[in-house]
């Protein structure tokens, strides 16, 4: 019931092309879906989020999908570039338990120049 | 700056010793949290802690401990008990229910000698 499923586990992309990863929920009380992008190293940051009453999302380069009867949501990178090149984490809020975050898997993403 | 702060970065321990992992912030956040990330499966919750003096136990808290004696403070303690505790571990912090806005530090990695 708490768990989030991401695909793939690895995405190599030539530079100027779109990086898709995909995650699936099942909890039904989850209200609040951010992205983290994470650099070898170095904790996660948070890249953009969005919540279930809003199908698109879109900050520069980075657009999440949202698809609330399916229970699917999606990072897409618009022209990548080799910087984009981190493990990228979909994550789900729970506000019935204590605020806590599930994350997916991680997705990591390489850019070719 | 505002921020997390994570000691050591890097950690080495032998069999049967404990060691204590350090996180602080200046975030002026009720809400702290310990995560360990181990490849390909994600950020798993070890310890949360909402207010000072009170901490639950997240979905993976056997061999570990930690206190919660000051709000800046969240130490993290790695008992002899983890048999497998080679991983990289992050703090987050929040404001209370933060709606799934976890800031993170820059982690310690732990390793076995």
């Known amino acids: 019931q708490q768990q989030v499923k991401q695909s793939p586990q690895s995405l190599i992309v030539q530079k100027g092309g779109i990086s898709i990863i995909n995650c699936a929920y099942e909890?039904?009380?989850?209200?609040?879906f951010p992205w983290y992008q994470q650099f070898p190293g170095k904790g996660p940051a948070l890249l953009i989020a969005?919540?279930?009453?809003?199908s698109e999302k879109k900050e520069g380069r980075f657009t999440i999908s949202f698809n609330k009867s399916a229970k699917q949501f999606s990072l897409h990178i618009m022209d990548s570039q080799p910087g984009d090149s981190a493990t990228y984490f979909c994550?789900?809020?729970?506000?019935?338990?204590?605020?806590?975050?599930?994350f997916g898997q991680g997705t990591i993403l390489t850019v070719h120049p | 700056d505002g921020g997390i702060t994570q000691s050591p970065k890097y950690l080495f321990r032998k069999e049967g010793q404990n060691v204590t992992l350090s996180c602080e912030q200046n975030?002026?956040?009720?809400?702290m949290y310990w995560y360990r990330q181990d490849p390909g499966q994600g950020l798993r919750l070890i310890y949360y802690?909402?207010?000072?003096?009170?901490?639950q136990k997240g979905d993976i808290a056997e061999g570990y401990s930690v206190s919660r004696e000051k709000k800046e403070s969240f130490p993290l303690t790695v008992t002899s008990a983890q048999k497998n505790p080679t991983a990289f571990y992050l703090c987050?912090?929040?404001?209370?229910?933060?709606?799934?806005?976890?800031?993170f530090g820059d982690g310690t990695r732990l390793s076995i000698l």
């Open positions: 987050a912090s929040s404001i209370l229910d933060g709606g799934g806005l976890q800031h």
């Open positions: 909890n039904t009380a989850f209200d609040y």
């Open positions: 969005i919540r279930p009453d809003v």
């Open positions: 994550a789900a809020h729970d506000p019935t338990s204590y605020g806590k975050l599930t």
């Open positions: 975030l002026n956040h009720d809400a």
């Open positions: 802690s909402q207010i000072v003096n009170d901490f």
